[in-house]
T-cell receptor
Framework: EADIYQTPRYLVIGTGKKITLECSQT?????MYWYQQDPGMELHLIHY???????EKGDLSSESTVSRIRTEHFPLTLESARPSHTSQYLC???????????FGSGTRLTVV | EDQVTQSPEALRLQEGESSSLNCSYT??????LFWYRQDPGKGPEFLFT?????EEKEKERLKATLTKKESFLHITAPKPEDSATYLC???????????WGAGTKLIIKP
């Protein structure tokens, strides 16, 4: 079944740790996105990619980096986690030309 | 500045009580307006895309409409399973990235 997968679902880590949030999709979509969502707030775009070897920063890059070496894989890395990074991180994808995004179930990150 | 505002923040209805959710937007030129449903602990699920004023789309008990300044998501005879947060987003001609509203949390009581 075509889908988009995020791991881990929940993560609690200490301040200063380096972490990578994984996102993979099996639909062959060109475009992929990382969003940050706090309860009751808007989604904020962190990074996006229009294809392999293409990455761009969104409005809220939040000291994170991404890579797009394979079409299906779009990991997000926080080099040094801070309590302000505590949030839900959502990965999404869509094919070129279509407007409906497909979202993963998210990673809820807590930095203590 | 491009902006999306959803109202109300929360809405509690009895099962079968129809109502509407509002999404007001300010963009330089509208490329598309999108409605999503989000259940607790999950990512948003795509519902509709609207492109021009006067357009309407329907799916089961939901109907989305669009004017030049706002969109409504009408819910007819809702059921408890319609309980969720409904998100609105717009895409402007000047920027291909979506601008999101904060959502309306809908609770349908049996």
């Amino acid at each position: 079944e075509a889908d988009i997968y995020q791991t881990p679902r929940y993560l609690v880590i200490g301040t200063g740790k380096k972490i990578t949030l994984e996102c993979s999709q099996t639909m062959g979509h060109d475009k992929m996105y990382w969003y940050q969502q706090d309860p009751g707030m808007e989604l904020h775009l962190i990074h996006y990619s229009y294809g392999v070897n293409s990455t761009e920063k969104g409005d809220l890059s939040s000291e994170s980096t991404v890579s797009r070496i394979r079409t299906e894989h779009f990991p997000l890395t926080l080099e040094s986690a801070r309590p302000s990074h505590t949030s839900q991180y959502l990965c999404a994808s869509k094919p070129t030309g279509a407007y409906g995004y497909t979202f993963g179930s998210g990673t809820r990150l807590t930095v203590v | 500045e491009d902006q999306v505002t959803q109202s109300p923040e929360a809405l509690r209805l009895q099962e079968g009580e129809s109502s509407s959710l509002n999404c007001s937007y300010t963009v330089s030129g509208l490329r598309g307006l999108f409605w999503y449903r989000q259940d607790p602990g999950k990512g948003p699920e795509f519902l509709f895309t609207l492109y021009s004023a006067g357009e309407e789309k329907e799916k089961e008990r939901l109907k989305a409409t669009l004017t030049k300044k706002e969109s409504f998501l009408h819910i007819t005879a809702p059921k408890p399973e319609d309980s969720a947060t409904y998100l609105c987003a717009v895409q402007a001609d000047s920027n291909y990235q979506l601008i999101w509203g904060a959502g309306t949390k809908l609770i349908i009581k049996p």
